[in-house]
């Protein structure tokens, strides 16, 4: 975690963000069950999620910088020259509305319109045998 740090910790002025930005990335990477602000405030060892809601509504930086540093640093350690990036869109079909992004829309999921939430999301499919251990297809994208 310290090279990664080290790859976009720049990107904050404040030591403060930058430690508040690496504890919300190792939350994003652990095994939590549920991650939003409570719990990633949790896992990090603050009392309310405060410090998680200030760094992301508040705090001076540049989010598409460092998302362009953790691709990088992300490509160097996984990427492949003949890798692909697919962009997959999933519907969730929801009961209520309570939830963010809720609303009526057409999901393929269900294959008409319907009360659910949409995610995207990027996958990096590499020839088999270009990450030993892990042929195929790879969480974070690599973008060309």
Not at 46 to 55: A, E, G, I, N
Not at 71 to 79: F, I, P, R, T
Not at 121 to 126: A, M
């Amino acid at each position: 975690m310290d090279d990664l740090l080290a790859r976009f910790g720049h990107r904050f002025g404040r030591a403060e963000p930058r430690r508040q930005a690496l504890s919300y990335l190792v939350g994003l990477l652990s095994p939590l069950a549920g991650k939003n602000g409570w719990t990633l405030a949790e896992a990090a060892g603050d009392s309310t999620p405060d410090r998680m809601q200030r760094l992301l509504n508040r705090s001076a930086w540049d989010p598409d910088a460092v998302r362009d540093d953790l691709v990088a640093y992300v490509s160097e350690h996984l990427g492949h020259d003949d890798g692909v990036l697919i962009v997959d869109e999933t519907g969730f079909l929801k009961k209520g509305i309570k939830s963010a992004g809720v609303q009526r829309q057409y999901s393929g999921t269900a294959g008409r319109t319907e009360n659910c939430q949409l995610g995207v999301f990027p996958r990096l499919r590499q020839p088999a045998g270009a990450h030993p251990g892990r042929p195929g297809v790879v969480s974070t994208p690599r973008l060309v």
